[in-house]
């Protein structure tokens, strides 16, 4: 026999929030390990020849870390869906504009 308790969602005060562009996820056969990470791409004040030099000149752009959570490869689907019902509903409420990468 189950019971079915409600969640209390507790923040605190003291949460960070912080800007993510970009996801990696990784596998393994026990869990899934989704990381976030915050590109930022530098100032570019030139021509857009001098800007694409100074892009190939840099060779790459930091990306760091800004959190990591660790789930069951059983709980993706569900996280999955509600990311999926949280587009939809902002979607409805502000335009379908997203750029899809």
């Known amino acids: ?3 079915t308790l409600p969640i209390e969602w507790h923040i605190p005060d003291n949460a960070q929030s912080r800007y993510a562009n970009n996801v990696l996820v990784q596998s393994t056969p026990h869990e ?16 857009a020849a001098e800007n694409v030099d ?4 840099m ?3 930091r990306a760091d870390l800004v959190a990591r ?5 059983g709980l ?7 990311l999926q019902t949280g ?10 504009s997203i750029a899809e990468e």
């Open 59 to 61: 060779g790459s752009v």
């Open 32 to 47: 899934i390990v989704i990381s976030f990470f915050e590109t930022q791409i530098p100032p570019l004040a030139g021509t």
């Open 69 to 73: 959570i660790i789930v069951a490869p």
């Open 87 to 96: 587009l939809e509903t902002y979607q409805d409420a502000y335009g379908s």
């Open 1 to 3: 026999m189950f019971a």
């Open 54 to 57: 100074r892009l190939r000149e």
């Open 76 to 82: 993706l689907s569900s996280i999955i869906s509600t």
